[in-house]
């Protein structure tokens, strides 16, 4: 296992089965920018580098940016997903916690959906009253430009 306070060369690196950026960024799905990303905001700690300053990232590192994309996937905020992880990483936590985090989640995902829906039917309805001929008469334009008719 490569020691923290020495930089290795990649060779070695891959020996010991660190994988380069571009490799972590296929085998979890994490664009190479988020990963960088993820390191600049402290999601992920400190890539290691090698002598020429490549980052490499070891199992237990892609282990990490898999679940951070699963909950980017689950509609989890950065800061929540900070959560998670802390969660994740406490073996003295409580499942409750976890799931008043998701359901949390889900109720904030409803109201979106229903808002969603609700914008949705306003534009079907204008649309409808809307001739959608040569005309310049509009009623779409007419209500959000608030000179309804």
Known sequence: ML??????ELAE???QGYVNISE??????????????YEAIGLTP???????????YSESDLHRLRFIRRARNLGFPI???????????????????????????????AE????????QRALEDLA???YGDGRPDCPILDDLSGEQH
């Open 112 to 119: 979106r959906i229903a808002e969603m829906q609700a914008m």
């Open 3 to 8: 020691k923290s306070n020495q930089a290795p």
């Open 24 to 37: 972590a960024a296929q085998a979890t799905g994490v664009s190479a920018k988020m990963i960088r990303h």
């Open 46 to 56: 400190p890539a290691r580098r090698t002598l020429a300053d490549y980052r490499v």
């Open 79 to 109: 800061k929540q997903i900070q959560v998670l992880l802390d969660l994740w990483n406490n073996q003295e936590r409580a499942s409750a916690d976890v799931k008043q985090l998701a359901l949390a989640r889900a109720h904030e995902l």
């Open 13 to 15: 690196a891959r020996q």
């Open 128 to 130: 409808q009253r809307c």
